[in-house]
């Protein structure tokens, strides 16, 4: 399994500014994921961060909302930039770790975010 | 993208009594994950499987991969049951997604009372 830790575990910010969500994992991993879950909602995946190159992103999502770094193989980071109300979620990290015996993902605690 | 359904979408218990609860999905699948998310938001695993039967303490899992379903069964339930149980595929390796990502479903709110 894998140790994940996400900073900050919650916040509530004003419209217009931006949050750096960190999350660190305690061994390496092969890959590295960011979901976002809207109030009562189910999870959705926002990009897949990899490592040393550009983040994918799905359908949906844009690097100038959502930029992502990752430069090693245990640490990522998510940018939620120029913040509506509607960004109010739980972003989470899920990792695969490298020669999983099982190809199980984990996920971090998330940060639950609130913008006001 | 594959879709992904659960059922119930809500379901409240007696502490002690069993549940069911069910996961169709609409495609082949190499990975599917059973979850539990506590009332801090926290997503436990429970389950990785994607085929067969496995057991851990009250819970069990089974997915029938031809058949496209997945159950989770909770025996003699307790109040630190509750929350949201997820279920989460990855579509099978060349079927036009992204590598590793998870689909998941709306998921279903247990509630135990004592």
């Keep these: 399994s894998a140790v994940i830790s996400q900073k900050p575990s919650r916040d509530i910010c004003q419209r217009g500014t931006s949050l750096t969500i960190q999350c660190q994992v305690d061994s390496q991993v092969t890959m590295m994921f960011w979901y976002r879950q809207q109030p009562g909602q189910s999870l959705t995946l926002i990009a897949t961060a990899n490592q040393g190159s550009e983040a994918t992103y799905e359908s949906g999502f844009v690097i100038d909302k959502f930029p992502i770094s990752r430069p090693n193989l245990t640490f990522s980071t998510l940018t939620v930039s120029n913040m509506s109300p509607e960004d109010s979620s739980i972003y989470l990290c899920s990792v695969e770790p490298f020669l999983a015996r099982e190809e199980t993902q984990y996920f971090g605690p998330g940060t639950r975010l609130l913008v006001l | ?114």
């Design chain 2, 1 to 114: 993208g594959i879709q992904v359904e659960q059922s119930p979408p809500d379901l409240i218990l007696q502490e002690g009594a069993n549940s069911t609860l069910r996961c169709n999905f609409s495609d082949s699948v190499n990975n599917l994950q059973w979850f539990h998310q506590n009332p801090w938001g926290q997503l436990i695993n429970l389950f990785y499987i994607p085929s067969g039967t496995k057991q851990n303490g009250r819970l069990s899992a089974t997915t029938v991969a031809t058949e496209r379903y997945s159950l989770l069964y909770i025996s003699s339930s307790q109040t630190t049951d509750s929350g949201v149980y997820f279920c989460a595929v990855e579509r099978s390796f060349g079927r036009g997604s992204t590598l590793g990502r998870l689909y998941f479903g709306r998921g279903t709110q247990l509630t135990v009372w004592p």
